[in-house]
């Protein structure tokens, strides 16, 4: 079956540990790492006909490229396409990679793995033509050994991966296809730390003093027994805290657990406004020799859900103000980008932010890492479905075989995540409704606790009470309520409520044990730019949720009045209302954050992307971000909308969100239409005025002083475009990312609110575009190309570096507007 061509180019692994001395070293550098980056310089190949299906040999036709890759966001968006458009009516198919590469002589005597971060889907490896195993889950990263089949020295091997998306649908969402995250070989001596082998936590916590236990899983691969140090040094940033040694002997081609504990004087503790965070270093010797070494990231925290008081953190009392995020990147796909994520984290925590939910699966290792690093609540969850399907060809089909084994890689993989405070162990699951749901329930939390007691455990339900949404007080009211079977069933920790914010302020008297929390809340529609001129004429949905809304403006797009809702949810303002009001209430997580790919809500052609986030797929907030902003952080907020280009004398309603003022004054070419002052729970305040070109002016005042001035022009025709990095220096190393926003402007300088022209993009320099995008909901145009219509006066390029310090000239260019240029340097 196999036949592959001479690979191109050739990689070297050095795995020998360097340890490095210098006092002034940080703890990486010290510490070196036992994995390097397996990324670079694979051949892939994507069968696209019926002859060369499932086969590769010496006539198939290969491209190098480097890996995280994802070949569906390459295609063309296919109204027939068989992923849906719950898929993003992008295809799936099936790809082979393969890389040949050089493994040190001197690594001979040890241990080498590779390890894959996720590879969607389906996945089959051979190494030098042996085979390894297979793994159909598309998120969860897993391992293989590959030491009994390498060769060493000067002699190649080969390395080949299967991946099969070609079944569809198998998601509800944009999956993408390949190995989209990121791939590592590993190299340890015969006596070394476990793969996800160290579990700490940290059960007593004062202000003084926190215990911190240590448990380490130690393999023994020699074939005798083997007397051995452990030792784990805790770090706080460079400095050394505190360590612990412990002499073992571990049997022949044994497992060992060691437990071991230390105490750290006056603990730096994590939390979301202050994510303090520790390093373990965990050392195995023998003879004196320190032959492996192990690092853990870790944070010191206390905290509970509490039936009344909602969550606490270190003893005070935090409402959870999350989003929910699909794992794809926008126009990057869902291959994995460091940068990428943590711009996205950026640009929600300047929201405040402060809690993810991995809807609806293990996300990728490094959205944890930056989670750990920012300070975000995350729910991290295991599964969309059970048994029962939801598309056709999903992962309910493998849950017998693979169930319990991608739970427990995950719980390994993650429990020592600081950011981590629940688990959920599935989302809107079917099975909820009957004894079938209980009992996989059950089983799924029985795992969760053998591995990490920890942290609550819950699950997304819709919802946790059968309701009458037309008529819910009163049925509330005549106490009607009849319990979600998996919700009153005592096996959850944690009552998960996806939507149902009427039922709120119920919960209490509904679940008198058990702690609440907002699994999925709001699903609110907007496409970022577009009005109604007058937002009460915007209609809701009728009641069948898969037609189209009424009262939207043509070519599916949604008025980014907080007034378009699916039936099933709420506004923004509506269910942050009843969240922000009650202390038992521990808080939300927004349906979503980002739009994302598939999904289009409506389900309807010619839209491929959702119209959910607050922020949509280019990155570009919608107006509803400062409403949230004006309510979640500390910062001065005065934002008014919409745009101020319509026809003379049409009826405009303009809308504030602002804060720490009594009032804000709205002014149309110097002249006062009014104050309003926000009344009860309000969130906005609003003016119905008649459209008069010039200049709308909005003054928050508070005690008669201003506060804030904010205004907006009417543009005149598009006449040139304005770059913007959000880095202007990068990294010179082949993953870092400058994320470019276009502004078409009027001759003054003004953004021209309407304009939708077609940009071209072109790039001097080491490096590449590698995405562009308008966040539009209905764009048909690659993600992967250098050109792209802006929408709503904007756009975005992404430029990536190469391996070479120097500049990176960004020029973009449109038919009857200057162009612009920006330079980025990187090093």
Same mark, same amino acid.
């Given at each position: 079956?196999?036949?592959?061509?001479?690979?191109?180019?050739?990689?070297?692994?050095?795995?020998?540990?360097?340890?490095?001395?210098?006092?002034?070293?940080?703890?990486?550098?010290?510490?070196?790492?036992?994995?390097?980056?397996?990324?670079?310089?694979?051949?892939?190949?994507?069968?696209?006909?019926?002859?060369?299906?499932?086969?590769?040999?010496?006539?198939?036709?290969?491209?190098?490229?480097?890996?995280?890759?994802?070949?569906?966001?390459?295609?063309?968006?296919?109204?027939?396409?068989?992923?849906?458009? +719950? +898929?993003?009516?992008?295809?799936?198919?099936?790809?082979?990679?393969?890389?040949?590469?050089?493994?040190?002589?001197?690594?001979?005597?040890?241990?080498?793995?590779?390890?894959?971060?996720?590879?969607?889907?389906?996945?089959?490896?051979?190494?030098?033509?042996?085979?390894?195993?297979?793994?159909?889950?598309?998120?969860?990263?897993?391992?293989?050994?590959?030491?009994?089949?390498?060769?060493?020295?000067?002699?190649?091997?080969?390395?080949?991966?299967?991946?099969?998306?070609?079944?569809?649908?198998?998601?509800?969402?944009?999956?993408?296809? +390949?190995?989209?995250?990121?791939?590592?070989?590993?190299?340890?001596?015969?006596?070394?730390?476990?793969?996800?082998?160290?579990?700490?936590?940290?059960?007593?916590?004062?202000?003084?003093?926190?215990?911190?236990?240590?448990?380490?899983?130690?393999?023994?691969?020699?074939?005798?027994?083997?007397?051995?140090?452990?030792?784990?040094?805790?770090?706080?940033?460079?400095?050394?805290?505190?360590?612990?040694?412990?002499?073992?002997?571990?049997?022949?081609?044994?497992?060992?657990?060691?437990?071991?504990?230390?105490?750290?004087?006056?603990?730096?503790?994590?939390?979301?406004?202050?994510?303090?965070?520790?390093?373990?270093?965990?050392?195995?010797?023998?003879?004196?020799?320190?032959?492996?070494?192990?690092?853990?990231?870790?944070?010191?925290?206390?905290?509970?859900?509490?039936?009344?008081?909602?969550?606490?953190?270190?003893?005070?009392?935090?409402?959870?103000?999350?989003?929910?995020?699909?794992?794809?990147?926008?126009?990057?796909?869902?291959?994995?980008?460091?940068?990428?994520?943590?711009?996205?984290?950026?640009?929600?925590?300047?929201?405040?932010?402060?809690?993810?939910?991995?809807?609806?699966?293990?996300?990728?290792?490094?959205?944890?890492?930056?989670?750990?690093?920012?300070?975000?609540?995350?729910?991290?969850?295991?599964?969309?479905?059970?048994?029962?399907?939801?598309?056709? $060809?999903?992962?309910?089909?493998?849950?017998?075989?693979?169930?319990?084994?991608?739970?427990?890689?995950?719980?390994?993989?993650?429990?020592?995540?600081?950011?981590?405070?629940?688990?959920?162990?599935?989302?809107?699951?079917?099975?909820?409704?009957?004894?079938?749901?209980?009992?996989?329930?059950?089983?799924?939390?029985?795992?969760?606790?053998?591995?990490?007691?920890?942290?609550?455990?819950?699950?997304?339900?819709?919802?946790?009470?059968?309701?009458?949404?037309?008529?819910?007080?009163?049925?509330?009211?005549?106490?009607?309520?009849?319990?979600?079977?998996?919700?009153?069933?005592?096996?959850?920790?944690?009552?998960?409520?996806?939507?149902?914010?009427?039922?709120?302020?119920?919960?209490?008297?509904?679940?008198?044990?058990?702690?609440?929390?907002?699994?999925?809340?709001?699903?609110?529609?907007?496409?970022?730019?577009?009005?109604?001129?007058?937002?009460?004429?915007?209609?809701?949905?009728?009641?069948?949720?898969?037609?189209?809304?009424? +009262?939207?403006?043509?070519?599916?797009?949604?008025?980014?009045?907080?007034?378009?809702?699916?039936?099933?949810?709420?506004?923004?303002?509506?269910?942050?209302?009843?969240?922000?009001?009650?202390?038992?209430?521990?808080?939300? $997580?927004?349906?979503?954050?980002?739009?994302?790919?598939?999904?289009?809500?409506?389900?309807?052609?010619?839209?491929?992307?959702?119209?959910?986030?607050?922020?949509?797929?280019?990155?570009?907030?919608?107006?509803?971000?400062?409403?949230?902003?004006?309510?979640?952080?500390?910062?001065?907020?005065?934002?008014?909308?919409?745009?101020?280009?319509?026809?003379?004398?049409?009826?405009?309603?303009?809308?504030?969100?602002?804060?720490?003022?009594?009032?804000?004054?709205?002014?149309?070419?110097?002249?006062?239409?009014?104050?309003?002052?926000?009344?009860?729970?309000?969130?906005?305040?609003?003016?119905?005025?008649?459209?008069?070109?010039?200049?709308?002016?909005?003054?928050?005042?508070?005690?008669?002083?201003?506060?804030?001035?904010?205004?907006?022009?009417?543009?005149?025709?598009?006449?040139?475009?304005?770059?913007?990095?959000?880095?202007?220096?990068?990294?010179?190393?082949?993953?870092?990312?400058?994320?470019?926003?276009?502004?078409?402007?009027?001759?003054?300088?003004?953004?021209?609110?309407?304009?939708?022209?077609?940009?071209?993009?072109?790039?001097?320099?080491?490096?590449?575009?590698?995405?562009?995008?308008?966040?539009?909901?209905?764009?048909?145009?690659?993600?992967?190309?250098?050109?792209?219509?802006?929408?709503?006066?904007?756009?975005?390029?992404?430029?990536?570096?190469?391996?070479?310090?120097?500049?990176?000239?960004?020029?973009?260019?449109?038919?009857?507007?200057?162009?612009?240029?920006?330079?980025?340097?990187?090093?």
């Amino acid at each position: 079956m196999f036949k592959p061509t001479a690979h191109k180019k050739i990689g070297l692994l050095f795995a020998s540990l360097l340890l490095l001395t210098a006092c002034k070293k940080s703890v990486d550098e010290k510490f070196g790492n036992r994995k390097v980056s397996f990324n670079e310089d694979w051949s892939f190949h994507l069968n696209d006909s019926i002859v060369d299906k499932d086969t590769i040999g010496t006539s198939t036709k290969w491209r190098t490229l480097d890996v995280p890759h994802d070949w569906s966001i390459e295609g063309k968006f296919d109204e027939k396409s068989p992923a849906g458009y +719950g +898929g993003g009516s992008l295809s799936g198919g099936l790809g082979w990679y393969t890389k040949t590469f050089k493994v040190a002589a001197e690594d001979s005597t040890k241990i080498t793995s590779i390890t894959f971060d996720g590879v969607y889907r389906n996945s089959e490896v051979w190494v030098n033509g042996h085979y390894l195993g297979k793994r159909p889950n598309g998120y969860i990263g897993f391992q293989y050994e590959i030491t009994p089949y390498l060769n060493y020295g000067d002699k190649n091997n080969e390395i080949i991966v299967k991946v099969d998306n070609s079944k569809q649908p198998n998601s509800r969402w944009y999956s993408g296809s +390949g190995i989209f995250r990121n791939v590592w070989i590993e190299t340890t001596d015969k006596l070394h730390v476990g793969q996800w082998g160290t579990y700490i936590t940290t059960p007593k916590v004062t202000a003084e003093k926190a215990l911190v236990n240590i448990e380490t899983t130690i393999k023994n691969q020699y074939k005798e027994d083997k007397k051995a140090k452990v030792t784990t040094t805790i770090f706080k940033e460079d400095t050394k805290v505190t360590s612990v040694t412990q002499d073992i002997t571990i049997s022949a081609n044994g497992n060992q657990i060691v437990k071991q504990s230390a105490e750290v004087e006056n603990p730096a503790l994590w939390s979301d406004e202050k994510p303090e965070l520790y390093t373990a270093v965990t050392e195995i010797s023998l003879d004196d020799k320190i032959i492996d070494q192990y690092k853990t990231t870790f944070g010191i925290r206390d905290f509970k859900f509490d039936l009344n008081k909602g969550f606490i953190l270190n003893g005070k009392q935090v409402k959870i103000k999350g989003v929910c995020m699909h794992h794809d990147l926008g126009p990057l796909g869902s291959a994995i980008n460091t940068r990428a994520i943590e711009r996205q984290l950026e640009i929600l925590k300047e929201m405040g932010v402060n809690g993810i939910r991995t809807s609806h699966n293990p996300p990728a290792p490094e959205l944890l890492q930056l989670c750990d690093k920012m300070g975000f609540i995350v729910m991290d969850e295991a599964f969309d479905m059970w048994k029962q399907n939801k598309t056709k $060809y999903d992962y309910a089909n493998d849950w017998d075989k693979w169930h319990k084994q991608d739970l427990i890689d995950q719980l390994l993989r993650d429990r020592n995540h600081a950011s981590i405070f629940m688990w959920s162990i599935g989302n809107e699951i079917p099975e909820q409704w009957n004894e079938t749901g209980i009992e996989i329930a059950k089983e799924l939390a029985a795992i969760t606790r053998q591995y990490d007691k920890t942290r609550p455990i819950t699950a997304g339900m819709n919802p946790p009470v059968n309701m009458n949404i037309d008529d819910v007080t009163l049925q509330f009211e005549k106490k009607n309520v009849s319990i979600n079977p998996l919700a009153g069933s005592g096996v959850l920790d944690l009552i998960g409520y996806n939507y149902a914010h009427q039922t709120f302020e119920y919960h209490l008297k509904n679940f008198p044990n058990t702690p609440f929390i907002a699994t999925e809340t709001t699903s609110g529609l907007q496409t970022r730019g577009y009005y109604d001129a007058v937002s009460d004429t915007i209609k809701k949905w009728p009641v069948s949720w898969d037609k189209k809304f009424e +009262g939207g403006n043509p070519g599916n797009t949604v008025s980014a009045y907080d007034q378009v809702q699916t039936p099933w949810g709420s506004t923004h303002e509506a269910t942050w209302k009843v969240i922000k009001k009650h202390d038992f209430l521990a808080g939300m $997580y927004v349906w979503t954050g980002f739009d994302y790919i598939g999904e289009p809500t409506p389900y309807e052609w010619p839209s491929v992307s959702s119209y959910f986030g607050i922020v949509d797929l280019a990155g570009f907030p919608k107006d509803v971000y400062y409403m949230y902003q004006s309510e979640w952080t500390d910062k001065t907020v005065l934002h008014i909308f919409p745009h101020w280009n319509w026809k003379a004398g049409q009826t405009v309603d303009v809308w504030a969100y602002y804060n720490k003022a009594d009032e804000v004054e709205l002014f149309v070419n110097g002249k006062s239409v009014g104050k309003r002052s926000k009344k009860g729970d309000d969130l906005h305040i609003m003016w119905r005025i008649p459209f008069e070109a010039g200049t709308l002016k909005a003054i928050s005042r508070k005690d008669g002083k201003v506060v804030l001035e904010k205004e907006i022009k009417t543009a005149g025709n598009p006449s040139q475009l304005k770059l913007t990095a959000d880095r202007n220096t990068i990294k010179a190393d082949k993953n870092d990312l400058s994320f470019i926003t276009v502004d078409i402007l009027d001759d003054k300088g003004t953004i021209a609110p309407n304009a939708n022209n077609e940009i071209n993009f072109s790039l001097k320099g080491n490096g590449k575009i590698i995405g562009v995008c308008s966040g539009d909901p209905v764009s048909h145009e690659s993600y992967k190309g250098t050109k792209h219509t802006a929408l709503a006066g904007k756009c975005l390029v992404i430029v990536q570096s190469g391996d070479k310090s120097g500049r990176l000239e960004l020029t973009a260019k449109a038919n009857g507007l200057k162009q612009s240029t920006i330079v980025i340097t990187t090093e």
